[in-house]
């Protein structure tokens, strides 16, 4: 049967008739899947910038929050940090091993993000529909020279060197 429960939405659905995904132990619907593996990628960032072994109690109540009550993403705080810390090149030492800037800087990020996403689908648009022109080349190789070794005496290296 393969009925389920979500491990995210805790909705029970059948695993063999919908999309789902194995993560961590845990059962999810595809839609599901994506967000959870956007928590594990953040979670895994914030370890990596603080140097830590986990993301801590207050970092996750700041990420709940960000989530429930001002309406971020997952990936919108990663891609936050990711922003401050390696595009604008802050250092992570007056955090305090918090992740407390994220609202001061979610809205630039998404800025420069969409920025660069535009960038590339006008590049990638002009790239497709441009096909490039096919352009032929002769290469001629120059026939062999035959050089006369020239024998040097003392008197063509004095004229060289005039010795005053």
Not at 106 to 124: C, E, H, L, P, V
Request: proline share 3%; net charge positive; hydrophobic share 35%.
């Amino acid at each position: 049967m393969g009925i389920v429960t979500c491990g995210l939405c805790s909705q029970k659905f059948n695993r063999a008739a919908e999309g789902s995904e194995f993560i961590k132990g845990k059962w999810y619907h595809k839609n599901c899947a994506i967000i959870k593996k956007d928590k594990i990628k953040l979670d895994e960032y914030i370890c990596k910038i603080f140097q830590l072994k986990a993301v801590g109690p207050v970092n996750n109540k700041m990420i709940k929050e960000f989530v429930d009550k001002r309406g971020y993403t997952y990936n919108g705080i990663y891609k936050a940090l990711q922003y401050y810390y390696e595009v604008r090149k802050h250092s992570a030492d007056k955090a305090e091993e918090r992740i407390g800037i994220v609202p001061f800087v979610y809205n630039d990020a998404q800025d420069y993000y969409n920025m660069i996403d535009s960038f590339i689908d006008k590049r990638g648009r002009s790239a497709i529909a441009e096909k490039p022109k096919e352009i032929e080349i002769n290469i001629h190789t120059p026939e062999k020279i035959k050089v006369k070794p020239t024998q040097a005496t003392n008197d063509d290296l004095d004229n060289l060197f005039d010795e005053e």
